[in-house]
């Protein structure tokens, strides 16, 4: 939970100043009463009478019952805070670099290997209940594997990546999303940077009718998610940051992860380090406009770990929540606590 509340109806909290006045009273009663108890000729006689737990037992309903009213009136202020609950993803696209780079052996056995079995990993973390597809870019992006919730299907699918020139890091960003919303018309070629030459934007392009739709919140979507994981920078496709605008857009949170060496100087790759060398700015950026969260793998057990800290966030979400009804319930409780035990020890109720 994250602190302090905070409240729809703090006009209310002024009502709380009745519980110390109370606590008050209680106090002057007790005195007064104590003035008007008769004197015996002996205390221990009146101590045998009281038995020796009833002096502490006697105050412990008159607290129980200041407690609940003070729940009772916090809970008429609306108060609110975050917290983690259950999820309800439905969805998680995972979006895969699959271009030339990741055959380096910088992360043993391969990028590719490793990237593979953490995947595999993965989707051992996530509920059985929560559907999973797969997109691979390269120059191009396309879908491995439909969101299914048969998971045979899905490491087959995995397992039958195929290498190839390029990094569209924004195309595979753009694809994930045509699978979560297919009635947006969403359409990569339409949003591609070919050549130097930049193609329409989805905003400008006329097409068929789709449907439409108001932008959301960023991040309000809790009903999907896309996994990001490439190792390098984008050199052809849609650029990553209209994509993730996209996706924020549409409060599709996409957590993005980076693979492999940051400045890109890898054996083997002598000349490459420009291609190679990660973008992690851009795949921060891509985690920050999307509320989501960047990660950063510099090996094989680092990649499984990261994947297995995203299961778990993947099946809670935190979310502003009124925690009205919950006091309401603790108030009621404590209430009938202290009538329970008043009748228990004095046969009457506070």
Do not use: C
């Amino acid at each position: 939970m994250t602190l302090p509340l905070s409240f729809l109806w703090p006009q209310y909290l002024w009502l709380l100043w009745v519980v110390p006045a109370l606590v008050l009273v209680y106090v002057w009663l007790l005195r007064r009463k104590k003035k008007q108890v008769l004197r015996l000729a002996s205390i221990d006689i009146v101590k045998q009478a009281m038995g020796s737990g009833l002096h502490w037992r006697r105050h412990v309903p008159p607290a129980l019952f200041l407690l609940a009213m003070a729940t009772a009136l916090l809970a008429a202020s609306r108060p609110t805070a975050v917290i983690a609950l259950p999820s309800n993803h439905a969805t998680v696209m995972l979006a895969i670099d699959v271009s030339l780079s990741m055959r380096a052996t910088d992360i043993k056995p391969n990028r590719i290997t490793a990237a593979q079995e953490a995947a595999k990993a993965f989707l051992k973390e996530l509920p059985r209940n929560v559907k999973v597809g797969i997109v691979t870019f390269a120059g191009t992006a396309s879908v491995a594997q439909p969101a299914t919730l048969r998971r045979e299907d899905l490491v087959a699918a995995i397992d039958k990546f195929q290498l190839q020139r390029g990094t569209a890091v924004g195309s595979g960003i753009v694809v994930a999303l045509s699978e979560l919303f297919p009635d947006h018309g969403l359409d990569v070629g339409e949003m591609t940077y070919g050549n130097g030459r930049r193609g329409k934007s989805i905003d400008e392009a006329p097409s068929a009718p789709r449907k439409e739709f108001v932008p959301v919140k960023p991040g309000s979507h809790t009903s999907a998610a896309i996994v990001l994981l490439t190792d390098g920078r984008r050199t052809t496709g849609v650029d990553p940051q209209e994509a993730a605008k996209l996706a924020a857009d549409r409060g599709i949170r996409v957590y993005s992860i980076g693979l492999g060496t940051v400045d890109g100087e890898i054996p083997g790759f002598e000349g490459w380090s420009m291609y190679l060398k990660l973008d992690e700015p851009s795949l921060k950026a891509i985690a920050n406009v999307t509320q989501a969260s960047y990660f950063y793998a510099g090996d094989a057990d680092a990649l499984k770990t990261v994947y297995e800290q995203l299961g778990t966030r993947l099946q809670v979400d935190k979310q502003e929540t009124e925690l009205s009804a919950l006091l309401a319930m603790a108030a009621a409780v404590l209430a009938l606590a202290a009538a329970g035990l008043s009748l228990l020890w004095f046969n009457r109720i506070v």
